[in-house]
C-alpha cells in the first residue's frame, strides 16, 4: 500500500521569501507523484507531476519539486511566494501500474504582507 | 475547454436524508472519479469509472452510498441514508489518460 505524509499542516511566510513544502511518500514500487493546490472554494488544480526522466520538475505559477528516491520525498518549493499563492497544497502518489491517486492530508500556505 | 461540473455547489439535509450529486465530466475523458473530502483532510476515492464500468471502489461505503454512470459520460453519487459523518466536500474529477486528473469545484455537504 502507499503513503504520502505532509509534514507540516500550515506554513506562514511573509511575501516575497521562498518557501518548501515538505512530502514524503512511502510505496513498494516504482512511483508517480503529483502536488496540487486547492484554492477556497475551488476544486484541485494539478502544479506539476513527476512521471519519470529529470528530478527536478517545474510547474505553473512558478512552483518546482524535486523527486528524490534515497529519501522517498518530494517537497515543493517556490523562491519568492506572492500573497495570491495563499492555498492548500496536496501532495498525491499514485504507483506507476494503478490509475488511483492516494493525497497526503495537505499543508496550508499562509502569504502575509 | 470547459471543464468538471459539479452540482449542487452546496447541500444541507438532516441526518437520515438521502441526496444526489451530479457530475459532468470533460468531453472525451473516459474516467471519472468520485472523491470524499472531509475537512482538515486530503481527497478519499469513493470509486473510479472507466467509461461505465467500475474499476475501483473499495472505499465506498456500500451500505449507504451508490453511484453509477449512466452511457459513459454523466455520473451521479447518492447517499441514502446520511450520517453526520458524511458531511464533507464530494469533488468530482475525469482524466484522458492516467496521468493526471481535471476536478470539478466539488458539493459541500453539511449533514445536521
Known amino acids: 500500500a502507499q503513503s504520502v505524509t505532509q509534514l507540516d499542516s500550515q506554513v506562514p511566510v511573509f511575501e516575497e521569501a521562498p518557501v518548501e513544502l515538505r512530502c514524503n511518500y512511502s510505496?513498494?514500487?516504482?512511483?508517480?507523484l503529483f502536488w496540487y493546490v486547492q484554492y477556497p472554494n475551488q476544486g484541485l488544480q494539478l502544479l506539476l507531476k513527476y512521471l519519470s526522466g529529470s528530478t527536478l520538475v517545474k510547474g505553473i505559477n512558478g512552483f518546482e519539486a524535486e523527486f528524490n528516491k534515497s529519501q522517498t520525498s518530494f517537497h515543493l518549493r517556490k523562491p519568492s511566494v506572492h500573497i495570491s499563492d495563499t492555498a492548500e497544497y496536496f501532495c498525491?502518489?499514485?504507483?506507476?501500474?494503478?490509475?488511483?491517486?492516494?493525497f497526503g492530508k495537505g499543508t496550508m500556505l499562509l502569504v502575509s504582507p | 475547454e470547459a471543464g468538471v461540473a459539479q452540482s449542487p455547489r452546496y447541500k444541507i439535509i438532516e441526518k437520515r436524508q438521502s441526496v444526489a450529486f451530479w457530475c459532468n465530466p470533460i468531453?472525451?475523458?473516459?474516467?471519472l472519479y468520485w472523491y470524499q473530502q472531509i475537512l482538515g483532510q486530503g481527497p478519499k476515492l469513493l470509486i473510479q469509472?472507466?467509461?461505465?464500468?467500475?474499476?475501483?471502489d473499495s472505499q465506498l461505503p456500500k451500505d449507504r452510498f451508490s453511484a453509477e454512470r449512466l452511457k459513459g459520460v454523466d455520473s451521479t453519487l447518492k447517499i441514502q441514508p446520511a450520517k453526520l459523518e458524511d458531511s464533507a466536500v464530494y469533488l468530482c474529477a475525469s482524466s484522458p489518460t492516467s496521468n493526471e486528473q481535471f476536478f470539478g469545484p466539488g458539493t459541500r455537504l453539511t449533514v445536521l
Open positions: 498525491a502518489v499514485r504507483n506507476s501500474g494503478y490509475s488511483t491517486l492516494t
Open positions: 468531453s472525451g475523458h473516459a474516467t
Open positions: 469509472f472507466q467509461n461505465n464500468g467500475v474499476v475501483d
Open positions: 510505496s513498494s514500487v516504482s512511483v508517480y
